[in-house]
């Protein structure tokens, strides 16, 4: 097959390219990664089903590739010809066939693309993107921050330092492949960029070709349909195997990436670590509007499973840091706590794979995250407990409970190691564990709950009725809201075990009462969907009290409808202008729009001139009350599905 023509071989795609010669630049090679993938599959396809189905792929192939160059419709019609003429078999392994061909073609273009950056970062060539600011090099884009927009470098300092985005997972069926498949075309990927290096040997070559072909042949065995619908927990730990493979470790290389630009442009100092330009919200069992699916336990079962993956992420780099930091000299400070730890600490652990024994006094760095990896296992090891068996042996105190408890004997050897003139190793690996604690925190990602307004809405009628006061349902806003704030502002509980209770009302209080029992910092925004006016944010921060809720979750409206977005501003005028309201927010409020339902709403257009609208007209709204208003653009469809940023 090596003396195939590459331009054949090609995906059309990037056999278009070779129609505007003087538009491809020199470092273009998806024509040669797409050839060689092909090639490799054409193999495996002959091996696997004969000759002659290869032979008919190739022919459908090309018989594609001449049709999409000159739309000839004889071209057309023999394509036809040839697949009616399939039995059902063969049509079968046919199209699975395209369909592999297809995702080999994406997984060329995704080399290609970072081949081409790579080689631009080299150059600094970035004269060919100005217009677009996502594939601009990070210093670059602060450059023209300082250059255009007349800003000092110590003004784009401050405002990264006071900054934050949030990026939100959420599970989709428009995300339909499945994890086995995504991870194969990772090192499809990997095997295709290594190939291509430059210093590669002959052994390495052979090796790696082998390997691609496996993955290739792996992918094609392997069932691209999922056969049973996943749980949420499933959904929870696909999405959580991102930040097993790559936002784990990327988030402290590109911090450090803007610590160089930073410096680049003047700015002798690091972006604090405490201070993340970065967190992680998600979805994924939480999301409970229209999904029967997402109850309460699952809820539960996703905060421990994220709880345990992080404690387990921490623990497996933990000794890494223990090698690292083998210096003796230190503060008083840390050598006070050193002590304390070490005459306190007889035992030597044997499930350990390194320092199992118990440390010298003489190595204090080690004494100390010594006793942060029997917390970090401890907290893995309960995790998993409750998960499983719904209770555990080991006490909480035996843990860590809360983020700060963490960060403090990380930041105790930070100081020591500054104080005594190490700054240098101080910000090392030490600095990027600093930076994923403040990223990450003990659950990776904080859960968003999201429920439907007319869910808490059920729940109020039938206290009310309990009470024996009338129909919460049938009142207008303003009654509902006086007897809201009234109990907000009262003390005696709002109902007691005697409360009758529906199946429904049970899942939306037992969601309260979730959480309340779990750590505060799993959890993130309680977003009601359908909001319309202030009760409904009011009714959640109700249900928030009578259930116990220790560290009241930040209450989010959604405004979705066409209708709901020309209301917004106004229902955020009477939220405000609630004195109970305003003390309770300390002047920040978020507020999400919905992009998918206003687009079926009213269409993709008028759809976004609304969104535009009520954006400007909510964001006057906040100035006017002195509010920070925090947007939470909630990207839905197919063509922006995931985009759920700050």
Same mark, same amino acid.
């Given at each position: ?20 010669? #003087? ?9 040669? %990664? ?15 089903? /004969? ?17 999409? #160059? ?15 003429? !399939? ?6 392994? @046919? ?12 997984? +060329? ?17 970035? +004269? ?10 990070? =210093? ?6 300082? /250059? ?37 075309? /990772?090192? @499809? ?35 691209? *349909?999922?056969?049973?619908?996943? $749980? ?9 195997? %991102?930040?097993?493979?790559? @936002? ?18 003047? *700015? ?17 069992? &939480?999301?409970?509007? /229209?999904?029967?699916?997402? $109850?309460? =336990? ?19 780099? @933990? ?48 004494? *100390?995250? &010594? ?15 409750? !998960? +499983? ?21 990380? =930041? ?59 129909? %919460? ?11 809201? !704030? ?24 037992? $969601? ?15 977003? *009601? ?64 729009? &919905?992009?998918?339902?206003? &687009? ?11 969104? %535009? ?28 599905? #995931?985009?759920?940023?700050?």
């Amino acid at each position: 097959m090596a003396n195939r023509n590459l331009e054949k071989l090609a995906s059309i795609d990037a056999q278009l390219r070779l129609l505007v010669p #003087g538009k491809v630049s020199e470092d273009d090679k998806l024509i040669e %990664y797409d050839a060689l993938l092909l090639d490799r599959f054409l193999d495996i396809l002959q091996d696997l089903h /004969g000759e002659d189905l290869k032979e008919t792929v190739q022919e459908c192939y090309e018989l594609s590739a001449e049709y999409e #160059g000159n739309h000839d419709p004889k071209k057309l019609e023999e394509l036809g010809s040839v697949l009616t003429s !399939l039995d059902p078999g063969d049509s079968i392994v @046919i199209a699975k066939s395209f369909s592999h061909m297809l995702n080999l073609a994406n997984l +060329a273009e995704a080399v290609q693309i970072a081949y081409r950056r790579r080689n631009k970062l080299k150059k600094g060539d970035f +004269a060919d993107e100005n217009s677009a600011t996502t594939e601009s090099d990070l =210093e670059e884009t602060l450059k023209r921050l300082v /250059g255009q927009l007349n800003k000092s470098p110590q003004e784009v300092f401050d405002a990264l330092k006071n900054q934050t985005v949030d990026l939100v997972f959420t599970a989709h069926p428009t995300q339909s492949v499945r994890r086995s498949l995504l991870q194969k075309h /990772g090192r @499809i990927r990997n095997c295709l960029a290594q190939l291509y290096a430059k210093d590669i040997t002959p052994d390495d070559k052979q090796e790696l070709d082998e390997a691609l072909q496996r993955e290739i042949q792996a992918a094609f065995r392997t069932d691209e *349909i999922r056969r049973t619908p996943p $749980t949420p927990q499933d959904e929870m730990r696909a999405g959580m195997s %991102y930040f097993h493979e790559t @936002i784990w470790k990327g988030i402290p290389k590109f911090l450090r990436r803007v610590d160089t630009a930073l410096k680049n442009l003047g *700015i002798n100092e690091r972006v604090p670590y405490n201070a993340p330009l970065i967190q992680f919200s998600s979805w994924m069992g &939480g999301d409970r509007d /229209g999904n029967p699916r997402v $109850t309460p =336990e699952v809820t539960r079962d996703v905060c421990l499973l994220a709880r345990m993956m992080a404690a387990n992420l921490y623990y497996s780099q @933990i000794e890494d840091l223990m090698f690292e930091l083998s210096m003796w000299r230190c503060n008083d400070e840390l050598q006070v706590r050193a002590d304390e730890l070490h005459r306190s600490s007889k035992k030597d652990a044997k499930h350990y794979i390194e320092f199992w024994k118990q440390v010298p006094p003489s190595e204090p760095y080690r004494v *100390i995250l &010594g006793e942060v990896r029997d917390r970090l296992y401890q907290t893995r090891e309960r995790s998993r407990h409750l !998960l +499983a068996n719904g209770y555990s042996d080991i006490p909480e105190d035996a843990t860590f409970a809360n983020v700060e408890q963490f960060l403090e004997p990380l =930041e105790l050897c930070y100081r020591s190691l500054c104080a005594c003139g190490d700054q240098a190793i101080a910000d090392g690996s030490l600095l990027d564990f600093l930076r994923q604690v403040s990223t990450f925190g003990l659950s990776l990602v904080r859960l968003d709950i999201r429920q439907e307004s007319d869910r808490h809405t059920d729940v109020m009628d039938a206290i009310t009725k309990h009470l024996g006061i009338g129909s %919460y349902r049938d009142w207008s806003e303003e009654r509902r809201q006086e007897w809201l !704030l009234s109990e907000l502002s009262g003390k005696r509980p709002l109902f007691g075990p005697d409360l009758p209770k529906t199946e429904e009302l049970c899942d939306v209080l037992d $969601t309260f009462h979730v959480i309340a029992e779990l750590p505060s910092d799993n959890f993130g925004a309680y977003i *009601i969907s359908m909001a319309t006016a202030p009760s409904d944010v009011l009714a959640v921060e109700l249900l928030q009290r009578e259930c116990h809720v220790k560290q009241p979750l930040r209450v989010v409206p959604l405004f979705e409808k066409l209708a709901d977005l020309e209301a917004a501003p106004a229902a955020l005028v009477r939220l405000f202008s609630i004195d109970w309201y305003r003390n309770r927010i300390n002047g920040k409020q978020e507020v999400m729009i &919905g992009y998918s339902d206003s &687009g079926k709403d009213a269409g993709r257009f008028s759809a976004a001139w609304q969104l %535009y609208k009520a954006q400007e007209e909510l964001i006057k709204v906040a100035k006017q009350y002195g509010v920070k208003l925090t947007m939470f653009h909630g990207r839905g469809g197919t063509v922006g599905r #995931g985009a759920l940023v700050f």
